[in-house]
């Protein structure tokens, strides 16, 4: 018996039920991108391993335990993106957009891979919407970043939102934080977890991402880097704070926010949203002023966030805020040979002038071929037969109510176009 093959763990198939949502969303974010003045650019799914060491940085999850990484057949050490930013910012570089006006706004959407335990709304390869604005330091460009982020959440009917933020500061006032923050957990060495012994040595501002419960009550008593920033970063932060109290942003300083990635400075935000579960941060991002320089290039500042598109669906699908279903709007039903050919015919005419139209196919009975219409969910069912054919008209069924008329064939185009039928 030959093996009867499943989708890979961690992954999941995309079906048409869901894909609607999946529309709806996507048409959400561009518009979000568009209305804020952001271009769309597309990104290889794969990149060269060294760039994702380099700028994501070891000591992180992502590098030390989550990345798919191969060898190519010139033996190259290729990884499947992981994350968005350190593309982009490779694109950033060897395409010359520097030269582009400032800041330079970007979007983009796509697979990243990433090898942890699967979880609600989490997987092996989820979709990303990312969104970056680079070329600017300006805290009021990390408003910007943040409204868009609050822009996409409000129009998609998450309720409640507010922001989670904080400053990690820079190569100038963070080497100082750091040192307190090792002597700090020195003291306590014996009663954090062994991931967090390993990031102590290697990267010890990863030991407030520790999400282990023995690690929590340590935590919760670390020295805040907010204390610790120097004056550019404290300045900086201050305005931002204005910013979102002047429009009245609802934000919470979170002393445990550092993100998960080694590029982020200054400026790091989470959105959050009430009544969507255990997790409630719907999104991150922040500021990342030196990747650039990670990567080779000049030094560059930059902002932005990225969020998880299953997760936001599967917030959707459980009611937060379903979109109308999409679909077929009409059905063609024939009786007979003559009336079919007919039919094949107007189906033509119609999607030709943008309508969305089906037809039964194969031997079927009228009344198999309504039975479908109704399985289908169209909005109304054109209904053709002998008689209609001499007539050169058709019966209109609406779906939804039984209701019928009979309309000349030569006027159903601008009927259906009357009904708000044609696809946008």
């Known amino acids: 018996m030959s093996k009867k093959f499943q989708s890979p763990k961690g992954v999941k198939d995309v079906l048409p039920a869901e894909q609607s949502y999946w529309q709806y969303v996507e048409k959400i974010m561009q518009r979000t991108a568009q209305l804020f003045?952001?271009?769309?650019?597309?990104?290889?799914?794969f990149e060269e391993t060294a760039l994702f060491l380099r700028g994501v940085g070891e000591g992180t999850d992502i590098v030390d335990k989550e990345m798919y990484t191969f060898l190519d057949k010139g033996n190259l050490s290729m990884t499947l993106r992981p994350?968005?930013?350190?593309g982009v910012m490779r694109s950033y570089l060897q395409n010359g957009m520097a030269s582009l006006p400032t800041p330079v706004k970007l979007w983009s959407t796509g697979p990243v891979f990433r090898y942890e335990r699967p979880q609600a709304g989490r997987f092996r390869q989820h979709t990303q919407f990312n969104v970056e604005a680079i070329g600017e330091q300006d805290p009021a460009l990390d408003f910007e970043i943040m409204s868009v982020a609050w822009s996409l959440y409000d129009q998609l009917g998450f309720k409640n939102l507010g922001f989670q933020i904080n400053s990690i500061g820079c190569p100038e006032c963070r080497p100082a934080y750091l040192k307190k923050l090792t002597a700090?957990?020195?003291t306590h060495v014996d009663q954090i977890c062994d991931d967090c012994k390993k990031r102590l040595d290697k990267n010890p501002l990863r030991v407030l991402d520790c999400k282990k419960s023995s690690c929590q009550p340590i935590i919760e008593k670390a020295p805040p880097m907010i204390e610790n920033l120097c004056k550019d970063c404290d300045s900086h932060f201050k305005k931002l704070l204005d910013y979102l109290g002047h429009l009245k942003r609802p934000c919470q300083l979170n002393h445990r926010l550092v993100r998960g990635l080694d590029y982020y400075t200054k400026t790091v935000f989470e959105v959050w949203a009430e009544g969507i579960g255990a997790q409630n941060a719907v999104c991150g991002g922040g500021r990342y002023d030196g990747l650039t320089e990670i990567l080779g290039g000049p030094p560059t500042p930059a902002v932005g966030f990225a969020s998880g598109i299953e997760r936001i669906v599967m917030i959707l699908q459980n009611g937060t805020h379903p979109p109308e279903m999409g679909g077929s709007d009409i059905y063609v039903a024939t009786m007979g040979?003559?009336?079919?050919?007919?039919?094949?015919?107007l189906l033509t005419q119609l999607r030709e002038k943008g309508f969305k139209a089906i037809m039964g196919y194969g031997d079927r009975s009228f009344k198999a071929q309504m039975r479908e219409a109704d399985r289908r969910n169209v909005k109304y069912t054109v209904i053709l037969g002998e008689e209609e054919i001499q007539r050169k008209e058709?019966?209109?069924?609406?779906?939804?109510?039984?209701?019928?008329e009979s309309l000349p064939v030569e006027s159903l185009s601008d009927y259906f176009l009357n009904l708000g039928l044609l696809i946008e």
């Open 184 to 186: 700090y957990y020195k």
């Open 394 to 404: 058709a019966v209109i069924k609406c779906m939804k109510d039984s209701k019928q």
């Open 337 to 345: 040979e003559t009336a079919k050919s007919k039919g094949v015919e």
């Open 37 to 45: 003045g952001y271009e769309k650019i597309s990104l290889p799914v």
């Open 83 to 86: 994350e968005f930013t350190a």
